[in-house]
């Protein structure tokens, strides 16, 4: 199938157009390294023009349409993401490297979030309480007005569906700024959501790089939140250009994400999750299981188990559709390399290594997956976000030794436990200091409706399911004195 690519441009008004200098960014395909299309090089001056299209559809049209109205729209807008399940699951696999399959979950992910939030737009109502005689009072939530949206590159359809899906929701008109990485499935989205009847300035985007369109966002006065997905260190960037605004912002940062394994587990059942976790989009998910931390009278035993599907992995090309494709870029490939050469360094040995499948084209940016094994809790491997498909395993004696492992980071994304003990399941679920902990399983097949956030540095704010509304409205309470 050959995709048809969205417009190289910015979307502003309601209208397709390009830079206000004109200029452009090379778009390239992490499978081969070959340049393949352009995106718009969108700066402060575009910035400034989508923030004041927004102001003025959240005060026009848009600002007044029913919930009702507006939850049509997004599901409408999930029946023209399933109509175009394939385009856009393609585009997200060209632009990031992801094995097909993985860009067909995500655009089923991404349709998912516009039928969840369109369902819930007209359903975000505030209280009455109880007060002194003679009063009446009541809370409304309301939205900010302008949202601004930054986006990564490793999810961009599912992030897009999360952030921005639950802002039009709450009838906030946006302005989204993808990652100058990868864009192009977020460009379809929005040609779609023209399509379906979106108003003008409700939906604007400005594709661009980060220092550029990206800080020009973050210190907009015009905008009323933001939300942030990427490294905390850009993060911290967004919330001090937010802060000189005094704007409010949700971060969803980085992970480092253990996977506890005891002795008692159903080790059949974990094996896959346990992989999976880290493997999944070449190990550039937020929330990959990156540790693996295994109690030890069966620690050799699952690192054998582990390390012979790790052998079996396949690394290609994005359309080749095997377990592993590239990661994003020349500049992640030396990072995630880095990290291996020192770990070699400090005396660490691959526990097993995947492998690269035949023909797979020269010049994409491929890491092996690759099982470290007895891995010091303190190493970097095991502090560090790798982002890439690294799994660093590390046996540990008791319970309280794995809960302090587990918390000994300064990430705090999500958590996975494996154990038959009732009671361990409960005291872990609660001790461990994460966003998301999961028993017997890892990710609940990506659950749209459960909430999702950090705890530590990755981050603050909670997106997807219904508590993902609140970020994007402000709490009104009117109090009536009537006597
Ligand atoms: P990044 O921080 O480099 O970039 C994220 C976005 O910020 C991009 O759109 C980029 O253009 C923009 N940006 C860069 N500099 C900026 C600036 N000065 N001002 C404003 N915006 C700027 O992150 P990345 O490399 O694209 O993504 C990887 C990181 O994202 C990892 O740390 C990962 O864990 C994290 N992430 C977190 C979640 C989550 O939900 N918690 C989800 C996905 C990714």
């Known amino acids: 199938m050959t995709v048809m690519l969205p417009p190289p441009k910015l979307f502003i008004a309601g209208d397709w157009r390009a830079a206000s200098d004109g200029r452009s960014i090379d778009v390239v395909n992490p499978s081969d390294g070959e340049k393949f299309t352009t995106i718009a090089r969108g700066l402060a001056a575009d910035v400034d023009t989508a923030v004041k299209a927004a102001r003025a559809a959240a005060e026009g049209a848009w600002g007044r349409m029913p919930a009702v109205e507006r939850g049509r729209l997004l599901l409408k807008l999930a029946r023209a993401v399933q109509d175009n399940h394939e385009t ?68 961009p359809s599912q992030i897009f569906g999360r952030s921005v899906g639950a802002s039009l929701a709450v009838g906030n008109a946006c302005v989204v700024k993808p990652a100058e990485d990868a864009c192009l499935a977020i460009l379809k989205i929005t040609e779609l959501a023209a399509e379906v009847g979106f108003p003008p300035g409700a939906l604007n985007v400005v594709t661009g790089y980060g220092e550029e369109a990206g800080a020009a966002l973050s210190s907009h006065p015009g905008i009323d939140h933001i939300s942030f997905t990427g490294s905390p260190e850009t993060g911290a960037l967004v919330q001090i250009a937010a802060a000189k605004n005094n704007k409010p912002v949700t971060m969803e940062l980085g992970g480092k994400s253990p996977q506890l394994v005891f002795a008692d587990a159903d080790l059949d059942a974990a094996l896959p999750f346990l992989v999976n976790a880290i493997i999944q989009n070449a190990g550039q998910t937020c929330s990959a299981g990156s540790r693996l931390l295994v109690e030890k009278p069966v620690y050799d035993r699952v690192l054998d188990a582990v390390g012979t599907r790790f052998k079996s992995l396949r690394v290609g090309a994005s359309d080749m ?19 291996l050469e020192r770990a070699g360094k400090d005396g660490l040995k691959p526990a097993a290594q995947g492998a690269m499948a035949p023909n797979t084209p020269k010049g994409g940016y491929y890491v092996l997956p690759t099982l470290m094994g007895d891995v010091p809790a303190s190493h970097e491997l095991a502090q560090q976000e790798v982002f890439g498909p690294v799994l660093a395993a590390t046996p540990f004696k008791d319970e309280a030794e794995a809960l302090a492992i587990a918390n000994g980071t300064a990430y705090g994304l999500v958590a996975s436990v494996w154990t038959r003990d009732g009671g361990r399941q409960l005291r872990l679920a609660r001790a461990i200091q994460a966003g998301q902990v999961f028993v017997n399983n890892y990710g609940a097949a990506g659950g749209i409706e459960l909430p999702f956030g950090g705890y530590k540095r990755s981050g603050f704010g909670r997106e997807k399911g219904f508590e993902g509304l609140y970020a994007f409205a402000a709490l009104k309470t009117v109090a009536i004195r009537h006597g």
Not at 105 to 111: E, F, P, S, V
């Open 88 to 155: 856009i699951a393609r585009l997200e696999s060209i632009d990031t490297g992801k094995p097909l399959k993985q860009g067909r979950g995500d655009a089923t992910a991404l349709a998912r979030y516009f039928e969840y939030y369109g369902g819930a737009a007209d359903k975000l109502h505030g209280d009455t309480i109880p007060f002194m005689d003679g009063y009446t009072v009541m809370t409304f939530w309301e939205p900010h007005g302008v949202t601004g949206h930054i986006i990564p590159w490793n999810y």
């Open 321 to 339: 559709d095997l377990d592993v494709g590239p990661v994003i870029n020349k500049q992640q490939q030396t990072r995630v390399h880095g990290f």
